[in-house]
């Protein structure tokens, strides 16, 4: 028989109580027979009765002020209880009603510490009493009958007792284990939710957060609790105009699920885009309501980035189109003319070659534009960045070797200005090669006379590459607009070359792809210095 490991604390300690209280109980019962004052024919001895009695009042007050830390002591206790009471019963009190009502108790706790198991044994423990009192004490059939009678009462009240602690007891487990079932499927939506990128919240019918996930707080950039707190509160949203609107009365009005791009949260100034999508949580039941009063999901998506690029690109094509469209127009239109004067044998070695000469030009700056386009794409993907160790001197001779005849075609000076033992520099050739050939193509189309000078400066772990000019120079209004998509001056003398605004833009991202920025030194009408820096391995 294993001894009942779940009894609950409070059910231990008035088991206790009972066998601290019985006793004296019982010996008073004890004493009114010995007085005379009870019916009893059993008693040997009032002494043999103190004894006794002193016995069990001396256990229930141990067990219950001083009781030892051990799995066996509810054994002993019920064991020595039972034995003490056949004794009391055989020996003081006889088979009497009143001493009988005790026996019920005892069969109660032991149900409730052995199960099934120790009921049955107290019971049969009574019967083996009862036995015991006919064979030693025979009397009439009348006394035998009255005590066969109060024992099957003992076993209707104990039974009773009984059924009426199982399901106690079966229905305890099972509140138990419904909150503990909800609280494993909570447990797991919260899993669930705080392993999803996006931040989701719920909310109530009045638009009162109820969950929520990591990713949630930190979107909202906080640690503190939203729980309890007001959607709108929560989430202060404003449209395109920046009039605040009321995320809840949204919320409300929705009756499937919703989407909505068009949101700004945070700083007027400099505000975010959220992307919302939200649905009313319908109850499963007919009576539950209108839809959405059992409440709302909430998802939220930070779409500032994304939208950004969708602009950019739009802007891009619509730039780009623009832009290609008058080379092709003045390319289609001079061999348009260079085939007309063929045809109509007017052709002029002068005029065909002023045609051709006009289309190859735009042909020029279509390429050039495609160049650019293509270094831009190959920056923005991560395309050829592999790395190397390069030697800055054999490098920068290289690109001097390149660009030294194109310059003395323009009729400019191109000098070479070399630190010693410049070392070397570990990053990608393709890059630094269109980054330095970009700012060298620039000072050759805008300068006019003069000289350009390649120029490499070593400044503690670092190596500076630098390319200055004789050239027109940038106002300092366009020094900080010159690296944008598409820009070029309003100065007459820029717009007299062709351009299509996009090296510098591609410079900024090669410099990027670097781990370095671009340094521009210049005066208006002064040249030009445009310089980066690398770290020297």
């Known amino acids: ?99 009988l009502c005790g026996w019920v108790i005892l069969a109660l706790v032991s149900y409730l510490y052995f199960s099934t198991t120790g009921y049955v044994l107290s019971l049969t423990t009574l019967a083996v009493a009862g036995l015991l009192n006919i064979a030693l004490r025979p009397g009439t059939v009348e006394d035998s009958s009255t005590m066969l009678l109060n024992m099957i009462g003992v076993v209707l009240v104990s039974g009773a007792m009984v059924s009426i602690s199982y399901a106690h007891r079966h229905q305890s487990r099972t509140l138990r284990t419904v909150p503990t079932a909800q609280s494993a499927d909570h447990d797991r939506l919260l899993t669930i939710m705080n392993n999803l990128a996006d931040a989701v919240m719920t909310t109530d019918g009045e638009g009162t957060i109820e969950l929520y996930n990591a990713a949630a707080l930190s979107l909202l950039d906080t640690n503190a609790d939203i729980a309890g707190h007001g959607i709108d509160e929560v989430l202060p949203m404003k449209d395109k105009e920046l009039q605040s609107i009321s995320v809840q009365d949204r919320l409300k009005k929705a009756k499937h699920v919703t989407v909505d791009d068009s949101l700004l949260f945070g700083d007027d100034d400099d505000p975010i885009r959220f992307e919302l999508t939200y649905a009313p949580i319908r109850g499963s039941y007919k009576d539950s309501g209108l839809p959405g009063s059992e409440g709302y999901i909430v998802i939220v998506r930070d779409i500032t980035k994304a939208k950004s690029l969708e602009e ?7 730039v780009v189109s623009h832009e290609l469209r008058t ?88 000098d070479l200005e070399m630190a010693s033992h410049p070392g070397q520099v570990v990053t990608s050739r393709l890059y630094l090669h269109e980054l330095m050939q970009n700012f060298i193509t620039n000072a050759l189309k805008y300068t006019q006379e003069g000289k350009i000078t390649l120029e490499v400066n070593t400044k503690g772990d670092k190596v500076e590459l630098a390319v ?42 090669l410099a990027k792809k670097l781990g370095t920025t671009i340094d521009v030194k210049s005066r208006l009408n002064h040249g030009a210095r445009f310089s980066i820096l690398l770290t020297r391995k």
């Open 1 to 99: 028989m294993k001894v009942g490991t779940n009894i609950e604390d409070r059910i231990q300690v008035f088991t206790r109580l009972l066998g601290l209280l019985a006793p004296p109980f019982v010996g008073l019962y004890g004493f009114m027979v010995a007085l005379g004052y009870a019916p009893s024919d059993h008693l040997i001895s009032t002494e043999w009765f103190i004894a006794l009695n002193f016995m069990w009042m001396a256990y229930g007050i141990w067990q219950y002020f001083w009781p030892p830390r051990s799995q066996y002591l509810p054994v002993v206790t019920i064991v020595l209880y039972h034995l003490l009471a056949v004794l009391f019963l055989l020996t003081v009190s006889g088979f009497t009603t009143f001493i």
């Open 312 to 318: 950019e690109r739009d802007e891009f094509i619509s």
């Open 327 to 414: 080379p092709v127009t003045v390319a289609e239109g001079s061999i348009s003319n260079a085939q007309a004067l063929v045809e109509r044998n007017k052709d002029t070695k002068a005029n065909i070659s002023a045609a051709l000469s006009e289309a190859h030009e735009q042909v020029v700056f279509l390429a050039g534009m495609i160049n650019d386009l293509s270094t831009l794409s190959r920056a923005e993907r991560g395309v050829a960045s592999e790395v190397e160790s390069i030697d800055v001197d054999s490098f920068v001779h290289d690109l001097y070797n390149e660009y030294e005849p194109q310059a003395r075609k323009h009729g400019l000076q191109f």
């Open 468 to 509: 200055s000019d004789t050239g027109i120079g940038i106002s300092k209004g366009d020094q900080h607009k010159i690296f944008g998509k598409f820009y070029r001056s309003e100065d007459y003398r820029t717009r007299e070359t062709s351009g299509t605004g996009l090296g510098l833009y591609v410079a900024a991202k």
